[in-house]
């Protein structure tokens, strides 16, 4: 029965950071960082400084329109340079929020590294045949928000200037 | 042990200006100054090439006669801040171009017109030189500036608003001092023959932000400092100050001086730190304790040419709280070159961000800049930043922010002389107090007050 209500969706966004998988990793890494590029988030209001598996954060969240929310993220899995994976709660009607960071290294023509990131959610819809529906609410709103999230991720990065 | 007729102690606008009219009037004076450079919370930052660019205060405008006419006598030129071209006011995502002072939000704006209105007013009450006798001093002093826009005002817009023009002229926000000392504060954005208004203080085209000065604001001091040829002596912090009925002996690092008078032009919370004996009044302890100064640090970023210009912006810009840059400027040099943006990173940001390692924050006040000019803001040839509450002799910037009850409760004792001691310095003005032009007011009031004494 609950197989029939209940759906898993994934949607996932690819972008060419123009920096190295390093200061990627470092940036993301940083879990007192995510309101500084992440633009669903409005603020870290608990963090525990470079991620750490099975440590925790909280951020409060841009939801539906003017609606926030609060959320509670453990980190699963840390792949140093390579793979991030997280889970939420805190974002109904969407269950079982898996949130996957993967970096690869790429070297330009011009011998500059960049990184290829793939941006990844994961999640789980009831709402029977309603489910459906939301999911492609929700997929393009998210869609946009990870494009977004990795463009503001390459201006933190260039920002920042060239570490000393 | 030297002799003098005089001992400045603090070697900023107010204490040059307090030797430059005492020289003037024929007394010998010295200047001891702590740090290795005069200027105190002015200070030229170099850009090579002969050019600098301010790191710290820097503005001057209509009614701030005196820092101007200084100015005019030692050779320092004013320019105009640049203002061709739009404006730009970004709240959370967005980023519209407007024209004059008032960000065009039309959430708002109604509240904001209400609570200028309303500030202009009560400020119009307030006697300038005894705001503790102002009809409602003691209700409006118990009160919190963000309490009484929160009464006044329907959204926070206005807050928010206010809050923009004291993240920079504070280092703090509305809720850090009272009422009375805002509208006070406010009611010297003026001269004797101008009363002060809100709008003079935010503007510029016209108001506080009109002009600047070639060569950059420590140009000032320095050439008060040649004029003063000698008198002056840096690496000189003051430790001690002692008097009897006739005279008064100031022991400084390098040397110890015996004067008939001295004039303390530091900023106030310093100023009992000096080991004083007799002690400060108590009363005067207590207030200069509370009047500790905001926390303010200018973020400028260097680029080899002011590429916003050619967009049509003039480089300004207001960001909505809960942005870490509350207003930014075009900081270029006269000429144009290098392009020069400089951001106030004050107030409660100040606590956010100061502690933050130097490359998170350089990265976030880039990116507030880029969010008003466009993205080549990211990707300055220089970027610095003059955090002034690391100054060991500053403390803090721009300017004293006293608590609730300070005012009414300890006020008269600001300026009172203690026996041979007078007291000059930017928060001793009434008008434009914690500005270059208080500064040289009370520099110039406290050399008048020494002459007085004979």
């Known amino acids: 029965m609950k197989g029939t209500l209940v759906r898993d969706y994934t949607v996932s966004e690819q972008a060419i950071i123009p920096h190295p998988v390093r200061r990627v990793w470092d940036v993301i890494s940083a879990t007192h960082r995510y309101a500084e590029w992440v633009p669903t988030v409005l603020e870290v209001t608990d963090h525990h400084g470079t991620a750490e598996l099975g440590r925790t954060y909280r951020e409060h969240n841009k939801s539906l329109g003017p609606l926030t929310t609060r959320s509670v993220w453990t980190v699963r899995e840390i792949e140093p340079l390579a793979r991030r994976v997280d889970t939420g709660i805190g974002f109904a009607p969407l269950q079982d929020l898996t949130n996957v960071f993967e970096f690869e290294p790429i070297i330009r023509g011009d011998g500059s590294e960049s990184t290829l990131m793939t941006y990844a959610v994961q999640y789980r819809l009831g709402l029977g045949p309603l489910g459906p529906l939301v999911h492609r609410v929700v997929a393009a709103g998210l869609r946009a928000d990870m494009t977004r999230a990795m463009d503001n991720l390459a201006d933190v990065i260039l920002a920042e200037g060239v570490p000393s | ?454």
Not at chain 2, 79 to 106: E, K, L, M
Not at chain 2, 147 to 173: I, K
Not at chain 2, 249 to 276: E, F, G, M, Q, Y
Request: aromatic letters at 8%; glycine letters at 12%.
């Open chain 2, 1 to 454: 042990m030297r002799r003098t007729d005089v001992v400045v102690v603090g070697a900023g606008l107010a204490g040059l200006t307090t030797a430059r009219e005492l020289t003037a009037a024929g007394r010998d004076v010295v200047v001891l100054e702590a740090r290795d450079r005069v200027g105190g919370r002015t200070l030229n930052h170099d850009l090579g090439d002969g050019k600098v660019v301010e790191a710290g205060g820097q503005f001057a405008g209509p009614t701030q006669d005196h820092v101007l006419a200084l100015a005019k006598q030692v050779g320092v030129e004013t320019f105009p801040a640049h203002t061709r071209g739009a404006s730009v006011y970004v709240h959370g995502d967005r980023a519209r171009r407007y024209r004059g002072d008032i960000p065009p939000d039309p959430l708002a704006l109604p509240d904001l017109g209400i609570a200028m209105r309303r500030i202009d007013q009560l400020a119009r009450k307030i006697p300038l030189d005894a705001p503790w006798r102002a009809p409602k001093a003691r209700a409006w002093d118990s009160v919190t500036f963000e309490s009484w826009l929160r009464h006044t005002t329907a959204g926070t817009g206005a807050l928010d608003l206010v809050n923009v023009l004291l993240g920079s002229a504070f280092g703090g926000s509305a809720a850090d001092t009272s009422l009375l000392y805002s509208l006070w504060y406010i009611a010297g954005f003026g001269n004797e023959t101008t009363p002060g208004t809100l709008e003079r203080g935010i503007g510029v085209t016209g108001g506080a932000q009109e002009s600047r000065f070639a060569g950059g604001s420590q140009l000032i001091s320095q050439r008060i400092a040649e004029e003063l040829d000698g008198r002056v002596v840096l690496g000189a912090p003051v430790r001690a100050i002692e008097q009897d009925a006739g005279s008064v002996t100031v022991k400084s690092d390098v040397d110890t001086w015996h004067a008939r008078h001295v004039v303390v032009a530091v900023p106030p919370a310093l100023a009992t730190r000096i080991s004083w004996r007799p002690l400060l009044p108590p009363q005067q302890d207590a207030l200069f304790s509370r009047m500790a100064f905001g926390a303010l640090m200018k973020c400028e970023a260097v680029y080899p040419e002011p590429f916003w210009r050619a967009d049509g912006l003039n480089g300004q810009a207001v960001f909505r709280h809960p942005s870490p840059i509350c207003s930014m400027f075009d900081n270029s040099p006269p000429d144009g070159e290098p392009g020069v943006l400089m951001g106030f990173l004050g107030g409660p940001q100040w606590h956010l961000w100061a502690a933050r390692p130097p490359r998170e924050r350089r990265a976030a006040v880039l990116r507030v800049f880029a969010a008003a000019v466009g993205k080549p803001a990211l990707r300055p040839v220089e970027y610095f930043e003059q955090d002034w509450v690391g100054e060991e002799w500053t403390r803090g910037g721009p300017t004293s922010v006293p608590g609730t009850g300070v005012l009414t409760e300890l006020g008269p004792w600001r300026d009172r002389p203690f026996g041979r001691v007078h007291w000059a310095g930017a928060e001793h003005s009434d008008h434009w107090n914690g500005y270059l032009d208080g500064a040289v007011r009370s520099g110039e009031t406290a050399a008048r007050a020494v002459l007085g004494h004979g």
